[in-house]
Structures are given as structure tokens and as C-alpha cells.
């Protein structure tokens, strides 16, 4: 369904893109769950700025992160405001 563009009531049409991001244990060297939603944050926005599919790895793990966004990322300079 994603790669259907949707149509608005007044017939213009927009394209629709989904972005995930994943890390695994035994790739990122950790069970620790704050180290693998960091990790899945920095490849999904990695993914988004390449505009290709990132699986997280063991360098994803070591991006410090804001409220969970990654610090220097447009839109972390501000409190409360999402990118």
C-alpha cells in the first residue's frame, strides 16, 4: 500500500514513505534496552537521510541521543521540538 499514492478529497495526490528503524543484540554487543532503542533511532534516521534501508550496528550505538533524537540532528536544538 505504500507505494500507492493516496488521493486527497480534492484530488490531489500525495506519496506516502513509512521509515523503521532496527538493532539487534548480537549486532550491537548489548541486551541493554536503552542501548538498542538508541542504536534503532540512529539507523532509522540514517535510512531517512540516505533514503535507503539501515540496519543498525555496533557504531549506531555510540550516537548520543536527545529525548531520544539524536543531538545535531535539525530540530534537537530547541526543547520539545521534533524534527
Same mark, same amino acid.
Given at each position: 500500500?505504500?507505494?500507492?499514492?493516496?488521493? =486527497?478529497? !480534492? /484530488?490531489?495526490?500525495?506519496?506516502? %514513505? $513509512?521509515?523503521?528503524? @532496527? #538493532?539487534?543484540?548480537? *549486532?550491537?554487543?548489548?541486551?541493554?534496552?536503552?542501548?538498542?532503542?538508541?542504536?534503532?533511532?540512529?539507523? =532509522?534516521? !540514517? /535510512?531517512?537521510?540516505?533514503?535507503? %534501508? $539501515?540496519?543498525?550496528? @555496533? #557504531?549506531?550505538?555510540? *550516537?548520543?541521543?536527545?529525548?531520544?533524537?539524536?543531538?545535531?540532528?535539525?530540530?534537537?536544538?530547541?526543547?520539545?521540538?521534533?524534527?
Amino acid at each position: 500500500m505504500l507505494h500507492t499514492p493516496v488521493t =486527497l478529497d !480534492d /484530488g490531489r495526490t500525495v506519496d506516502i %514513505a $513509512a521509515s523503521v528503524g @532496527a #538493532a539487534t543484540p548480537d *549486532v550491537i554487543g548489548s541486551r541493554d534496552l536503552s542501548a538498542l532503542q538508541r542504536s534503532a533511532d540512529a539507523a =532509522l534516521y !540514517d /535510512g531517512k537521510h540516505s533514503g535507503r %534501508a $539501515a540496519l543498525a550496528t @555496533a #557504531a549506531h550505538a555510540t *550516537v548520543p541521543s536527545v529525548n531520544g533524537r539524536r543531538a545535531g540532528r535539525p530540530g534537537t536544538a530547541v526543547w520539545g521540538r521534533a524534527a
